[in-house]
């Protein structure tokens, strides 16, 4: 089993900068694969980005602004996000899956967090 805790959520005015952080427990060495979703009032799990371990995907809205990585020793992920827009605003989840499947699907996941906050200012 494996426990996920996100952490580093807030409120942040457009154009601004946050690094979130997911930290894992358990069986970490089983969770080969690592993204993170977002949470709109228009879509319930919308993917953001992964990584499996050198190999990183984005979704487009946020390619060129948000960083995704890992710290295997530390068992963290992060997620740092620049030039941050309103509708970046969101509740983002941290999830992990023991096999690499399709990463952009929630369904892959098997270990989910309970999810931080994220509120952009115009």
């Known amino acids: 089993q494996v426990q996920v805790v996100e952490s580093g959520g807030g409120l942040v005015q457009a154009g601004g900068s946050l690094r979130l952080s997911c930290a894992a427990s358990?069986?970490?060495?089983?969770?080969?694969?690592m993204a993170w979703f977002r949470r709109t009032p228009v879509k319930e799990r919308e993917f953001v980005a992964s990584?499996?371990?050198?190999?990183?995907y984005y979704a487009d809205s946020v390619k060129g602004r948000f960083t995704i990585s890992r710290d295997n020793a530390k068992n963290t992920g992060y997620l740092q996000m620049n030039s941050l827009k309103p509708n970046d605003t969101a509740v983002y989840y941290c999830?992990?899956?023991?096999?690499?499947?399709?990463?952009?699907?929630?369904?892959?996941?098997?270990?989910w967090g309970q999810g931080t906050q994220v509120t952009v200012s115009s």
């Open positions: 358990g069986r970490t060495f089983s969770t080969p694969l």
């Open positions: 990584i499996v371990g050198g190999t990183t």
């Open positions: 999830a992990a899956a023991p096999r690499v499947s399709d990463a952009r699907s929630p369904s892959t996941y098997s270990y």
